[in-house]
C-alpha cells in the first residue's frame, strides 16, 4: 500500500552545526537503505522550506511508522501521513502492469 | 518540473447522473491523453473522497494550467498545485540515471 | 490494518424526507452487512451531529475505498480516513491475543 | 460513556534521554493500569507521530479527567477529548447484547 | 454531567417566513420544555448572530443527543458540543452543597 | 453582562514545581475571591487539559479585564472572550425572576 | 462599552437586484438612525469586499444585538463581535476628557 | 502605493454558458482599462484554480475599492487585499529611480 | 488613509520584570508621541489578553510602517494591518465635515 | 517562470543585536545579487512585520530553493512558494512585448 507522507524538519536555527551535519549525513545513509528496501520510492523538496513530499510503499501503517521513526532526525520532524488508494486512471499502475 | 496536485471534486449528490457518467468517462479519456503525452506521471485515489492526488510534469505553471484545465470536469474540481523540486536521496531521480 | 474513519453526512435540510428516510434505512443495511464482512468494527455518533467515527478494517485503501462507497449516502457524506498503527500498549491487542 | 481522546506528545527533541526512557517506562505501566481498570480499551498509534488515539470508558468527564491526568508524560501531552454516543449500527453493541 | 453546547442556526436568508416563525414557535417551547425536565440549565444568545451557547445536563452523550436531535430546528442547525468536568473553585458547585 | 471566558494555562511542563504549586495555590485563592465579589459564578475544566471554561459576570470589559489579570497565573495563561446576550429561553434567567 | 464589529454581506450574486437596491437603500437609513442614536460611532468599509469594520457602542451585549439585528440585511450579514476593553494610552479617550 | 491583491471568482459550474462568456470578455476588457490607468501592474494566473494575484497601485484604499468593484464579474469574486510598503532591496523600485 | 491594526505582545511570561517595565513605560510614551502626530487617533484594549486593536491614520503603508517598527516592543509584538476604506454611512466622516 | 514568495522571519526577540545586524546586513547584500541575477525582480515589506512578499523567477524549483537557502537568514525565515502562471491580461507582459 502506497502512502504519501509530509516532513518538516523543526531543527533550531541556533543548533550545534556539527551536530546538525551528522545528522543529515546519517538521515540520507537511512533514507538510502530505506530507498533499497522499496520503502521510499519517491521523495521530492519543498522548495524553500527543509521539508520534503516523500511516497512511501508498506505493507501497513505499522511497518510505515517503523520505517518513518528509524530515521536520525525523527525527533525534529513533524510527519503527516496520508493513505493512498489506486486511481483507474493512474499511469503508474498501467505501467507496472505492461 | 514536477508537481504535487490535490484535486476534489464539487459534484452536486443531486447531480444528474447521466450528465455525471458522460463527465466521468470524458474525464478518464482525458486522463489517459495526459498521460500518455506525460503530463500525469502518477495518479492516486483519496480513500472515502471524490478526491485524488496527483504527480504531474510540466515545463512551467502555463503548461500545467492548460492540461488541468482541460480536463472535462475542471469547473467542478477545486485544485492546489505544490511545486515541487528534486530531492538528493530521491530514489527516482537515482533509477532514471541507472 | 485499522482506520479510524470520521463521516459528516451534508443532507439538505429541506430535501425530500421520503428520500431521506428510504436512504438512512439501505444505510443501516449496508452498515450491517459490513459489520458482519468485519470491515467496520465500531461506530459512535457525534452528539449533536449527523456524523459518526468508525473504527474500520481493511487490508489496504483500495478495500477501505470500496467498503466506504458503497454506502448509499456516499455522495452526501464528507469522510476523513486516519490510518492507525498498533500502539504496543493497546488494551484490545492484548485480549485478542489471549 | 466512551470518548475518543486523542494525545500528541510534545516532549522536546534535545530532552534528556535516560528522563525520557524513565517517563516512556512509566507511562507504558500506567496505562496498563487504566486498561486494567478498564477506563482504557483500545489504543493505536498516530503512524509518523508520537501521538495516539484511544477509547476510553468513563462514568463522567470528571472521572475521564482524574484519569488522563494521572499519566506521567501528561504535563507534556496535548489532549483533545470528543464524546461519543452510541450508535445504531455499532456492531461493538451488537457484540455486547449477544 | 455538564456540558457546553454552542448551536448556529443555518436557516437560508430566503427561506419560507411563515415557516421560519412556526419552527421558532416550536423551538422555544421545545426548549421550554428541555429546561424544565433540566436538560437545558442556561442558555445565552451570542450577539449579532443566530447562535447560542447553552449549558447542558445530561447522564451521558446518549442522552444529550436524544435531547438535541428533538429541536424542531434541529436539520438547519450545527452544533458543537464541548465535555465538561467539575472545577475545584467552580462557585457553582460550592452554592450547591451549601 | 455575563461573558464566556476559556483559559487555557501555558505552564512549561519542566517549569519549577515548587513556584508552580505556589501559583496554583495563589490562584485558587483569588479565584475564590472573584467568585465572592460575584465576577465569577460558574467554572468547569476542559477534561484532559490545563484548561477551563467560565461564567463572568462584570459590569464591562474594563472590569473583566481588571479582573482576570488579577490572576497569578495571568502572564502563562491564554485567554478568550465571548460576550452573551440573554436568550429568551434562558432557563437561568426564568428562575431570577420567579 | 465599545465593540468591534465586523460584518459580511452574503447576498447571493444572482439575487434580484431590484430587492437589492432597496435593501441597500434600506440599510444606509438603518445606519443612519443608529448613528444618530450613538450606537455606530464608526464605519469603515473592506477594500475589495462587501464587508465592514464598525466601532459600536451600547450599555451591554443585549443592546448590542437587538441593534445588529434591527439591520435589513441582517439575515444575509455574518456578524462577528469583539468585545473592546478601554487602553490607557487610547488618544480618543485623552480628547473626550478634555 | 501597492496592493497584492488575490482573487477567486466563484462561478458556479453550472452557470449559464453565454452569461459566463458575455462576463469574461467584458472583465478583460475592464483589466485592460485599469492596467492603462495605471491602477494594475501585473496579473498572474493561478494555475489550477480560476483565481489570479495582481499587483494593483492606487493612492489609497478608496480608489482600490473604487477599480475592484468596478469589475464586472465583482459579485461574484473573493477578494483579499494585503497591503504593501516598499522594500529597502526592492530592484523594482531601484529600476524606477535609474 | 486609515488602518485597523491588530496588535499582541508575546513577551515570555517568565522575562525579566524590570525589563519589561522599562519597555512598557516606553511604550506607552511612544503611543503618546504617535497619538500627538496623528498617528494612532485609537486604541483599545483586548479584555484578557496583552493585546490592542487601534486605529492608525497614515498617508501609505511605509509610514504606517516606520510608525509602528518605532514601538519599543516592537521586536516582541505581532501585528495584522487591515487596510481601510471609507464607508457611505461612516459616523465619523459625517462630523468631520460638518 | 515566476514564483510569488512569502517570508517571515523568526528571530528570536532576545537574541543577540550584533548578530542580527551581521546577519541583516548581509542578507542585503545576498539580496542585490540575486536581483542582479534576475532571480528576484520585485520585493514587497508586509507593513508592521519582520516580512515580505517577493516576486520571485527562476526555470524551475530546484533553481528558486537554491536561491531562497543561500540567503543568510535562511535558517530563521519561514518561506511559502506560490507558483504563477500568466494571465492573458498581465499588463507586464504587454510592456515587454511592447
Known amino acids: 500500500m502506497e502512502f504519501l507522507v509530509h516532513m518538516e524538519v523543526g531543527w533550531p536555527p541556533d543548533g550545534d552545526p556539527v551536530e546538525r551535519d551528522r545528522l543529515v549525513a546519517a538521515e540520507a545513509a537511512r533514507a538510502d537503505e530505506l530507498a533499497e528496501a522499496g520503502l521510499v520510492t519517491r521523495l521530492w523538496r519543498v522548495p524553500g522550506r527543509w521539508a520534503n513530499y516523500g511516497l512511501w510503499e508498506a505493507p501497513d501503517a505499522d511497518a510505515l511508522h517503523v520505517a ?20 483507474p486512471s493512474d499511469p503508474g499502475a498501467r505501467k507496472r502492469t505492461a
Do not use: G, N
Request: net charge negative; glycine share 0%; no cysteine.
Open 68 to 87: 518513518i521513526s528509524s530515521l536520525p532526525l525523527f525527533p525534529w520532524i513533524d510527519v503527516d501521513v496520508i493513505p493512498l488508494a489506486t486511481h
